[in-house]
């Protein structure tokens, strides 16, 4: 029969469906919403929504649908049946019994595999009643639902059947029994490829049915794609439950046993079951999008914003959103527009506020007239959330506390207390004791009753190494100068063979065959090692994941986890009075202060932020006032003009409620770097260089600190091994005495008795300050009060005996707070020394590390290049919820977040502590304690200030000097001569610093004014007198040449003594 004419437009919206097996359906009101859907579709698009027997569109206004079409299932044709399926009183066919029949119906229900059955060639088909065959596969409109009804359904049409063929009458078809015979065939191989795909493509049409019902769900809807609704994104059972029932039982089927490779079974359990049933979601995330190729899933967006802010990569976006639906760049950048609207709301607790700058420097690529190089900067913010309401009490205001504090107030507080020389001194204790049992199991007895270690043995080949080369050939010791072997009969070119050392030094005894590398599939490292022959060999003994806990576990921690956010930065750089004036108003009008939010009940916050800030907040929150009419006077003198002129009375501190806090995390590197800078020329050069710092440029990279990470590392195992060297010479000599080495004894009595100034210095540094360093960081990270204040106490005198004013003037304000401040906030600052964002109680870090790692992970959502103000808005605004997304998906994923979130310890291992003890020990510097006769030089032999060892003296003074500066307004500044000096370290610098051309202009005009006093001669006073009023004006270089004409003068004159022996 050909096909029918399409009819005219008009007439395809209102006729019924011509197809002899088809009627139309009237539906019911629950069905509207479906019909309306499919309506107004033309005949092609619905049959790519899975509608291939339709032979009419639907009414335009959906009154009517075919019924075949709605209500597709899988069908049986009827060829398909008369071919295969028999009647009950005929025999099966040879080859399909009822016992294999029956095997692979339960075979298949079960989910397993089914056996194999002998393939036998398909019976042919039943001829027709005009004994003619059928002709080629049945089209997919052949094909019914269920069994056919001959009453309603009419005959059917002749495209759907065999030349010359007719319908064959017979009993009902058993369809169980027909299924279970062709699932057979299927498994057997036997069914005729052009029927399987007839049937796969059933299937298809009925899938597809099901997923076009289930796209206008509410798990696709534009609520779901929301950032609240991705951070609550539904199990992975429960998601996949409501999807197409038929797809996930197929997906169900596939999934096969995992594998035997030892990658995969190092995954737990658990997290085998997560991801694969993941890698269900992923399936039918693409099946849907096949469907609907605009269709975006919550699941792959998840997916693709966590990718993209780990990559921050447009191109890796995009590959992905080609892949699955996870929506493209550009829809990732109008999301996070659209969901950065409203700013982040803020607690009614207590808050601690901490701000930093942040920034970016972008990139020329073109020469350009007046080109500069663009730059976005910002004053980033986070904010901690206490369960505490101190903020609410008016009375506990710094303003009302902190007043002007004298000298008198602080002058017996400001010292170490003996509580905190009691705690440093318990823990180097521990440190001593733990260290000496290293050293004293190392000591080995020799055969002439001395003492030696594994570090001997070392320290001897090094200068064997040194002075020697052994030859390759025939073993012989030759002198490094020496280019041929002087071995007998051996005459091989040492040069050749010293290069070649050089080149194979780090290469293993044995040749390499397996090539180790790291698996991070598991919550362990396992090293795995790939043999040539290609197999995998898993060392059993695993290496843990290193725990950073066994350094602190012995300190109390106060451990408190608070939630830490981004907030809405400030567009300026906190470098000036005025920036770091709009950066405290910006704060107080987000976190609802009430002088700037009149009815707030938040009186006041904790600020912390680092050194330069600190310094310029200090100045402005005590000069800046304002009145009661609302003006605001930039010091005492400019509001008492405006309260003349005005007649007003009143006037007060604008930022009285700031509770300025130094950032510790700020306060550990400059003491790193000051310890470095102090100690440098000394012996932390030659601990840089044993480390590998050894070209200019590294030495210089490694004294600057640039890199906090590495330069805590080096001071560690600078602390560690310098230790061990230090009591070395004392466990020996209680050995020798048949004697139990004791750190109290150590401490107490023995250190004590030493006469080498270098072996005291290095013992003072180590033992003192940066043993002082190293309680601090404990105390930090166990959040500690205690530890923290014992630290920066102690260590504050190399802070003040080098020249460090900024830090010198933190470190007493600090300290001066902790004193005068009300028993409340007193105890409000210990219970928030430091915070922990990953809840473990050993990782607590300073609120300003907080903002550097929430400054870090910004900079990975932002777009490539210079990033404007509203792309900085977005991301700060986000930035907890994009980060909640991206453990969400991991753990959706199945990834072990334990492993991938921790961090490093930057502990030293023991061959770099090893190594440095090696280096020490072979230069001898602390070889002999008790020697008085020593000269103070460095490692490198520089020779360093006499007054170095008794820097302590030195420190008292500056710091006395430095105390009365700060807190006494009546303190006038003495002579320039009575001004303590920094501590030397070189006694070149001691002359450096003597010299008048390293004076400053202000100090070389008093230092000459001071000059013309000292001439006797009046005359001569007043020729100096007018010549220094024509120069005082002048350069630098010319100050000096006349100071130094001055000088030669009064040097010249006769004492006072010897003109009256002349007259």
Avoid at 577 to 595: E, M, N, P, T, W
């Amino acid at each position: 029969m050909a096909p029918r004419k399409k009819d005219k437009k008009g007439d395809d919206w209102k006729r019924k469906c011509r197809h002899p097996r088809h009627k139309l359906w009237k539906h019911t009101s629950e069905d509207l919403t479906r019909l309306k859907r499919l309506s107004g579709k033309k005949k092609a698009e619905l049959q790519s929504l899975g509608f291939p027997n339709i032979c009419k569109v639907v009414s335009q206004d959906g009154s009517s649908i075919c019924e075949q079409c709605l209500n597709y299932t899988p069908p049986i044709s009827l060829a398909f049946h008369h071919t295969y399926a028999k009647k009950p009183s005929e025999e099966p066919s040879a080859g399909l019994t009822s016992t294999s029949t029956s095997t692979a119906t339960q075979a298949v229900s079960a989910g397993t595999d089914v056996p194999h059955i002998p393939q036998e060639a398909p019976p042919a088909p039943v001829e027709s009643q005009a004994g003619s065959s059928s002709s080629g596969p049945i089209p997919p409109s052949c094909m019914s639902v269920s069994q056919p009804e001959a009453d309603d359904s009419g005959p059917i049409p002749p495209s759907c059947m065999s030349a010359g063929s007719q319908p064959e009458a017979g009993p009902d078809i058993n369809l169980e029994s027909s299924v279970a015979t062709v699932i057979e065939h299927i498994v057997n191989g036997d069914m005729p490829s052009d029927l399987l795909h007839q049937l796969a493509t059933a299937i298809a049409q009925v899938i597809t049915v099901e997923v076009t019902t289930d796209l206008d769900s509410q798990d696709f809807s534009p609520q779901s794609k929301t950032a609240d609704a991705l951070l609550n994104i539904p199990a992975v059972e429960d998601w996949l439950g409501h999807r197409s029932p038929l797809l996930t039982c197929i997906l169900e089927a596939l999934m096969k046993k995992s594998s035997k490779h030892p990658v995969i079974e190092c995954l737990s359990n658990e997290s085998r079951h997560t991801s694969r049933r993941y890698k269900m979601i992923k399936a039918v995330e693409v099946v849907y999008n096949l469907t609907e190729p605009s269709l975006i899933s919550p699941f792959s967006l998840a997916e693709n914003l966590t990718t993209y802010g780990l990559s921050n990569s447009q191109l890796v976006t995009d590959i992905h959103a080609h892949i699955t639906p996870a929506g493209s760049y550009g829809y990732l950048r109008n999301w996070l527009v659209e969901q950065s609207k409203e700013p982040v709301p803020i607690p009614d607790r207590d808050l601690i506020i901490a701000f930093d700058n942040d920034q970016i420097v972008g990139k020329t690529y073109h020469v350009k007239p007046n080109n500069k190089v663009s730059c976005s900067v910002v004053t980033s913010l986070c904010v901690a959330q206490l369960p505490s309401n101190l903020q609410e009490n008016e009375e506990l205001m710094p303003g009302n506390w902190m007043i002007d504090v004298t000298y008198q107030d602080v002058a017996k507080n400001m010292k170490v207390t003996e509580s905190e020389m009691n705690l440093l001194f318990g823990e180097l204790a521990k440190v001593v004791e733990e260290r000496m049992s290293i050293v004293k199991g190392q000591q080995n007895m020799n055969e002439d009753g001395t003492l030696s270690d594994a570090v001997d043995d070392k320290v001897k080949e090094t200068r064997q190494q040194r002075e020697h080369i052994k030859c390759i050939q025939c073993g012989f010791l030759n002198s490094v100068r020496w280019q041929k072997c002087r071995g007998p009969s051996c005459k091989a070119l040492l040069k050749i063979q010293r290069s070649f050392s050089i080149e194979t030094e780090d290469l293993p005894d044995e040749p390499l065959t397996k090539k180790p590398r790291r698996s991070r599939t598991c919550g362990v490292f396992k090293k795995i090692y790939v043999t040539k022959q290609g197999g995998i060999e898993i060392e059993k003994k695993l290496q843990e994941d290193q725990d950073v806990n066994h350094l602190y576990s012995h300190i109390p921690t106060n451990h408190v986890q608070v939630h830490l956010q981004a907030c809405d930065p400030v567009f300026c750089n906190p470098n000036s009075y005025v920036s770091v004036k709009q950066v405290l108003r910006h704060i107080g009008k987000q976190f609802s202060i009430s002088r700037y939010t009149p009815g707030s009940a938040r009186k006041w916050c904790a600020v912390v932020c680092d050194g330069l800030p600190y310094v310029l907040a200090q100045k402005v929150i005590r000069d800046t006032l304002i009145c009661g009419c609302g003006t605001v006077a930039d010091g005492k003198e400019e509001m008492s003009r405006h309260q003349t002129e005005k007649g007003h009375q009143t006037s007060e501190r604008e930022f009285n409620w700031v509770l300025l806090e130094i950032g510790l995390g700020h306060v550990e590197m400059n003491c790193a770097r000051s310890f470095l800078e102090l100690n440098w020329e000394v012996f932390m050069s030659e601990a840089a260089w044993c480390m590998g710092f050894r070209s200019e440029n590294a030495q210089k990279y490694a004294k600057k600190g640039g890199d906090h990470h590495k330069t805590w590392e080096l001071l560690r195992l600078t602390y560690l091994g310098t230790i061990d060297e230090l009591l070395l010479p004392y466990v020996r000599e209680c050995l020798s005495q048949n004697l139990e080495p004791n750190a109290f004894d150590y401490l107490t009595r023995w250190s004590g008795n030493t006469m080498n100034p270098k072996y005291e210095y290095v013992h003072m540094q180590i033992m003192t300050y940066l043993h002082s360093l190293m309680v601090f960081r404990g105390g930090v990270r166990c959040n500690n009060p205690a530890f923290v204040s014992a630290g920066m106490a102690v260590f504050a005198d190399i802070i003040h005996g080098r020249n460090h004013p900024k830090y010198q003037a933190i470190f007493l304000n600090e300290r001066s707070n902790r004193i005068t401040a009300p028993t409340d906030i007193q105890m409000f600052q210990n219970e928030y020394v430091s915070v922990s964002y990953s809840g473990d109680p050993h990782k607590c870090e300073g609120m300003d590390f907080q903002l550097e790692r929430i400054n870090k992970a910004s900079k990975t959502w932002l777009p490539k290049g210079v990033p404007s103000n509203l792309d900085w808005l977005r991301v700060f605004r986000l930035l907890d919820k994009l980060d909640g997304i991206k453990k969400c998906t991991e753990k959706v994923m199945g990834i072990n977040q334990s492993k991938h979130g921790s961090a490093t310890t930057h502990e030293p291992d023991d061959d770099a502590v090893m190594a440095w003890r090696i280096h020490l020990r072979d230069s001898g510097y602390l070889s002999e304690p008790k020697s008085e006769t020593e000269l103070h030089v460095s490692m490198s032999g520089v020779e360093l200030d006499d007054q170095l060892v008794f820097m302590q003296y030195t420190v008292e003074a500056r710091m006395e000097y430095n105390m009365r500066q700060f807190f006494d307004s009546t303190f006038v500044a003495p002579s320039i001569h009575d001004i303590p000096q920094p501590v030397f370290v070189t006694a070149k610098e001691h002359e450096e610093f003597s010299k008048i051309s390293n004076k400053t202009v202000d100090t070389i005009k008093i230092l000459v004014l001071e000059l013309i006093d000292q001439l006797d001669c009046n005359n001569l006073r007043s020729h100096y007198q007018d010549m220094w009023r024509r120069v005082k004006g002048k350069k630098k270089d010319e100050l000096i040449s006349f100071y130094e004409r001055l000088k030669e003068e009064v040097d010249d004159q006769l004492p006072l003594s010897s003109l009256l022996e002349l007259e």
